[in-house]
């Protein structure tokens, strides 16, 4: 049986498209929401699931906040995977042809200059790759989408330009979920560990317990806060850390943590992706 890995989206997606690349020998197995994703591996219909966290323009997905730490997943990897938009024709189609540019909001959002250059209208659709299915259906060489490379390919429709966003640093970086957590050996190097804790409601809490990262040379590489169950006074806290929970440093600042929070769980530790690794040594040798 071949493993399969699960994703929200439709075929062709740019969540496919991270499981193709991350994982090239496996199925994949499109999803309605990021919950049935998840509910895909829970109940072994899939063995992976790849799910967006953040994006360099968009910034952070909230589903995922409130969605991983019950979700009874691990983390065990993070994958990030370059956003190339395309634009899509049926076959046959020009530039000079296309009137109208379908595709999902925050893509239409990432090609303004492509917009003015086509004078163009653009029209909202659910996602990107499910435009690229219906510019397909339609078979109007006025309507394009804007989707992925694989879009294109699985929909039969003909690239007429490619890499049409207005920036190219465009990435998104997914977590990699598994039903069982596989725990690197702690002398692993280059590890990230996340987790989501809550503070207790004191003064200086959080600044009480992000003291023990400091002073115990801990490097925190992502710290975002949200809202629990709607409550303006249960604020959760969604961290990310350099290192394993069982080095000593890292295991000191746990331990302060844990001293001024009401609650600490663990949502996984890996390795850090290879394109996290080039980042940095590109910024230290700026520096």
């Known amino acids: 049986m071949t493993d399969t890995i699960a994703f929200q989206g439709v075929p062709g997606a740019y969540?496919?498209?991270a499981c193709r690349t991350a994982f090239p020998g496996m199925a994949t197995l499109p999803c309605q929401t990021f919950e049935a994703a998840i509910d895909a591996v829970r109940s072994g219909a899939a063995t992976l699931a790849m799910l967006p966290t953040e994006n360099s323009l968009s910034g952070r997905v909230p589903d995922m906040h409130t969605l991983l730490?019950?979700?009874g997943l691990s983390i065990i990897a993070e994958h990030f995977q370059r956003v190339e938009h395309c634009l899509l024709g049926v076959p046959g189609t020009t530039l000079a042809e296309v009137r109208k540019i379908h595709s999902h909001a925050v893509a239409l959002g990432q090609i303004r200059a492509l917009v003015r250059e086509l004078g163009a209208q653009t029209i909202v659709e659910?996602?990107?790759a499910g435009s690229a299915e219906l510019v397909a259906r339609w078979?109007?060489?006025e309507?394009?989408?804007v989707a992925s490379s694989?879009?294109?390919?699985i929909y039969g429709l003909d690239i007429l330009r490619r890499n049409v966003e207005d920036a190219a640093h465009n990435t998104t970086?997914?977590?990699v979920m598994a039903k069982t957590p596989r725990l690197p050996p702690v002398e692993t190097d280059n590890l990230i560990t996340s987790f989501v804790f809550r503070v207790r409601n004191v003064p200086a809490a959080l600044f009480k317990a992000l003291g023990g990262f400091a002073t115990n040379g801990v490097n925190m590489t992502r710290l975002e806060s949200y809202m629990v169950g709607g409550q303006f006074a249960a604020t959760q806290f969604l961290a990310e850390i350099d290192g394993h929970p069982e080095q000593r440093d890292v295991r000191l600042a746990l331990e302060e943590l844990n001293f001024f929070s009401r609650e600490i769980r663990i949502l996984g530790v890996y390795p850090a992706a290879p394109f996290r690794l080039a980042q940095r040594a590109a910024q230290s040798g700026a520096e």
């Not at 694989?150 to 390919?153: D, H, I, P, Q, S």
């Open 126 to 128: 659910a996602d990107t």
């Open 150 to 153: 694989l879009a294109a390919e």
């Open 69 to 71: 730490p019950d979700s």
């Open 15 to 17: 969540s496919d498209l």
């Open 173 to 175: 970086r997914f977590y």
């Open 143 to 145: 309507s394009a989408a």
């Open 139 to 141: 078979n109007r060489p």
